[in-house]
């Protein structure tokens, strides 16, 4: 049997970058290993998914004697458990995993390629996220981009070479679990009408739902004020907001004020288990992001049938076809409201749209098909 270690940040990405793909990996014959901040929730994902782990501090900052100290935690890791393969995920702990792993000789490196963080950054910082991009590219033998946006734009900034990267048949890293999970026709009704209960959103309710962290990169707010501008005009439009804030990128004192003062705004913080019923009761999915790798919030929603605005750069682009499957929309506050008022207006146009994106995305992202092409960068010799 082959060992497989995954390096991450945190363990809070475990569920959605990898999650059952590892009990499906486990059966197809390879024992996998995790190594990412220690925290308490480790064992119990351990538990779960059946991996050894090992908790070593990779902090998001660079620090040379952490850092050095890291590598040389995951290279004595590699050499215990007869490591055979090392996947890197996100820039930082890419980066100390391809090190450690061409430090030891790994003949299998692959390094996924989430998003670029240098996107939205500027000055020192965004050189120091490029050049980790290049080393992390570098030191592996292949590159697993999330999305076709990633791989052209890395071609254009050179941080790889063509020939070393691979997409997972359209994108993602995981891929969604459209027949369980992600199915309006598994929704309990009693389940979903009692949540809704408990968030205070009324029977005749519109909801403009988001899902993702909270920060100024998502585009959170320009779509509360694009919010304020229909909010006068309809008096069951409600804004659900799904997922952390967090310091880095924090929103504004002022936006965060409104959102928690405004009575049709719900602000559910992090959800980890049962998201699926927060998309069974919004109308529209928006994610106006500035930077993202691909938008797993999109195929989420679009699999629960709720149709998506989204902006037409970056990754976000490669996660619908628009006028089918969602809306290309701007990062701006009256392009927003515009077009979430057309699908307001127009719920035979919504309806459309929310089952082509369910049919996209079955075609497309089912989690064992993206989960195979994952094995085949496995075995490529």
Sequence with gaps: MKNILHVLNISFVIPYFLGEQLLYMREKGYNEHIICSFSSDLNDLSNKYLFKYSGVDIYRKFSIMADIKAIIQICRYIKFWKIDIVVGHTPKAGMLAMFAAFIMRIPKRIYFRH??????????????????????????????????????????????????????????????????????????????????????????????????????DKGIVELIEAYKTLASRYSNLYLLLVGPQEERDKLPNEVVEFMHSEERIIVTGLIEYDIEYYYAFMNVLVLASFREGFGTSILEASAMGVPVLTTSHTGCRDAIVNGETGLFIENDPLSIASNIEVLINDSALAKKIGSSGRLFVKDNFDQHLIWSEIEKVYLKQ
């Design 115 to 216: 998003g670029l963080l240098y996107e939205t950054s500027s000055g020192i910082k965004k050189h120091i996220f490029i050049l980790s991009e290049k080393i992390a590219s570098l030191l592996s033998t292949d590159v697993v981009c999330v999305s076709p946006y990633l791989i052209e734009k890395s071609v254009t900034d050179r941080l790889s070479p063509l020939r070393k990267m691979f997409l997972l048949n359209k994108g993602s890293c995981n891929g969604v679990d459209v027949v369980g999970k992600f199915n309006p026709d598994k929704i309990d009704l009693i389940k979903l009408r009692q949540l809704k209960y408990e968030l205070g959103i009324s029977d005749d309710a519109w909801v403009i739902g988001y899902t993702g962290r909270l920060v100024k």
